[in-house]
């Protein structure tokens, strides 16, 4: 049976939840089955030595392992009970991970030193996210910073950069650059643009500037959330790692879906941003995104209120 206790502390009180350790065991095992249900496909394909054109982003440009999805954290302000005697793999295992304290037959995040650690990393993940989530979205960029990011190649005698043949060809590809207005506010995306499309961009996202442009109708700042997710680490309750990286990998496959490359191979169907349907569909998914992160957002945001209550 999993109970709350009120907790004092110098800023108010607040609720402390403590799960014997049959509750946390079975929640930790069922994180893990969820974790394996969500990475299959990538660890798939893995095995059999193939790289994923799609889902290899979420584990390369989002440098993580399967193992460590797998791995349930309570969060602060959980107590973990341990057992009185014999004890459990995963309760002698989590008993040494970072962070962690034991203390009077249970374990807790030791927030104390997590945040002598990782404080700056949480006030600047909750200074980005209560900025993005301030600003209005904003909705047609149409996907086209992967377009960008292969404009000019033949001309400049360059190899696009996925081993995936274009879906309009090196021509094609370079007409919808040059008919579309394009308006990329993610650094990220941003400087992989060829140097043939930096200047086409309307806007000039630079890292320090990330706090005052990011917006929460883009696409790569929806998926980051797994980023800063992996970054607070033990910091962030399981669940909400899973939620945050199931949305990046749903974003990952219309990104690329919308994408100029032909992704067909992998039974999709493109989202032809060069016509209106294919706009429209863009924009239709765009706004579903936007308003599961701003969801996911505000439960970051509350996570780094929790762990800065003890700092």
């Known amino acids: 049976m999993t109970t709350t206790l009120p907790e004092a ?8 939840v403590v799960h014997p350790v049959e509750a946390w065991e079975a929640l930790a095992e069922a994180h893990a089955a969820r974790a394996d249900v969500l990475t299959a496909v990538w660890r798939e394909a893995r095995a059999a030595g193939r790289k994923h ?5 979420l584990f390369t440009y989002y440098p993580t392992r399967a193992a460590q999805l797998r791995r349930w954290h309570p969060g602060p302000g959980v107590v973990l009970t341990l ?11 989590r008993t040494s991970w970072r962070w962690y304290r034991q203390d009077a ?6 927030v104390a030193a997590y945040l002598a650690d990782r404080g700056d990393t949480v006030r600047y993940v909750r200074s980005l996210l209560t900025a993005t989530a301030s600003r209005p979205g904003t909705f047609g960029c149409f996907g086209l910073h992967e377009w960008a990011m292969v404009y000019g190649d033949r001309a400049a ?16 590809t370079d007409a919808v650059v040059e ?7 993610h650094f990220d995306a941003y400087r992989f643009f060829t140097p043939e499309a930096t200047d086409r961009n309307q806007l000039r996202p630079t890292r320090a500037a990330q706090v ?37 990998r749903d974003i990952r496959w219309t990104d690329m879906a919308a994408s100029p490359y032909d992704v067909s191979a992998y039974g999709v169907e493109a989202v032809e941003i060069e016509t209106p349907d294919g706009k429209a569909e863009y924009v239709r998914r765009q706004r579903d995104y936007a308003e599961r992160a701003d969801a996911l957002r505000h439960r970051i945001i509350d996570t780094c209120d929790r762990l800065l209550q003890h700092a």
């Open 157 to 172: 005698g360059r190899d696009h950069r996925h081993p995936l043949p274009l879906r309009l060809g090196h021509d094609g």
């Open 105 to 110: 037959g249970a374990v807790t995040l030791d």
């Open 9 to 16: 502390s110098a800023r108010g009180a607040r609720d402390v």
């Open 212 to 248: 005052a442009m990011e917006q929460p109708g883009c696409l790569h700042a929806n998926m980051d959330l797994y980023k800063w997710c992996l970054k607070l680490g033990p910091g962030v309750p399981g669940d909400l790692l899973l939620d945050a990286f199931e949305l990046a």
């Open 83 to 93: 057992p009185d005697a014999g004890g459990s793999p995963e309760a002698d295992d």
């Open 179 to 185: 008919s579309h207005p394009v308006r990329c506010s």
């Open 53 to 57: 054109a799609i889902e290899d982003f």
